[in-house]
């Protein structure tokens, strides 16, 4: 079965520093998307970033940024200038796609806390 | 402007009692997805349609029904065998596989409160 794990439940950064919030994933599938969300405390899910697997080049943007290694099946998501805006639920999440099955699988979540 | 309707934001009902929570998008998606979330887990997915008037179980299926007859809309039916239906619930839309972007597109969720 296809799984996303996030290994950190909960982060602190200071504000105007850097963090990075780990994801490693499990798929069979030689094409695939991951993707970061972010969840405020009001529950909207926002997408962050998106990477295709077929695309070597890390996706960037802004402030955010993404560390993917294939091989070792890493997906890392990295905060620069951390703002109290970005305070928030941080989901990893990968397309689970095979024959008739097009779903999403995503990891537990890491709360990031922005201290001021 | 795009995107994807829930309503209500928030509903409480007895337990025993049916109820549907509404998700309507105007993306033009084909696809659509209903998850749950509770404290400590991720997403997880209980149906989802990538067509009108076809859906598959996720991994949570039971004690939940949906319908898609129209490609904007996709209710969800939490019923009375659902054993802990007290939850967050959120519904998502995107393109259909090979069809554009692929991200999800989620709407404000709905917080079911079931006694």
């Known amino acids: 079965a296809q799984t996303v794990t996030q290994s950190q439940p909960e982060m602190s950064v200071q504000e105007a520093e850097t963090v990075t919030l780990s994801c490693t994933y499990d798929?069979?599938?030689?094409?695939?998307?991951l993707f970061w969300y972010k969840q405020p405390p009001s529950r909207q899910m926002i997408l962050v970033i998106r990477?295709?697997?077929?695309k070597q080049q890390n996706a960037t943007e802004n402030r955010f940024s993404v560390n993917f290694q294939k091989a070792a099946k890493s997906f890392s998501l990295k905060i620069s200038d951390s703002q109290l805006g970005d305070a928030a639920m941080y989901f990893c999440?990968?397309?689970?796609w095979g024959p008739g099955t097009y779903k999403y699988i995503f990891g537990t979540g890491t709360r990031l806390k922005v201290l001021a | 402007d795009g995107g994807i309707t829930q309503s209500p934001k928030y509903l409480f009902r007895k337990e025993g009692q049916n109820v549907t929570l509404s998700c309507e998008q105007n993306l033009n998606h084909d696809a659509m997805y209903w998850y749950r979330q509770d404290p400590g887990q991720g997403l997880r997915l209980i149906y989802y349609?990538?067509?009108?008037?076809?859906?598959q179980k996720g991994d949570i299926a039971e004690g939940y029904s949906v319908s898609r007859e129209k490609k904007e809309s996709f209710p969800l039916t939490v019923t009375s065998a659902q054993k802990n239906p007290t939850a967050f619930y959120l519904c998502?839309?995107?393109?259909?596989?090979?069809?554009?972007?692929?991200?999800?597109?989620f709407g404000p969720g709905t917080r079911l409160t079931v006694t």
């Open positions: 990477q295709e697997a077929y």
């Open positions: 999440a990968s397309t689970a």
């Open positions: 998502a839309s995107s393109a259909r596989a090979g069809q554009g972007a692929l991200e999800q597109y």
């Open positions: 798929t069979s599938e030689s094409d695939y998307y």
């Open positions: 349609s990538q067509i009108v008037n076809d859906f």
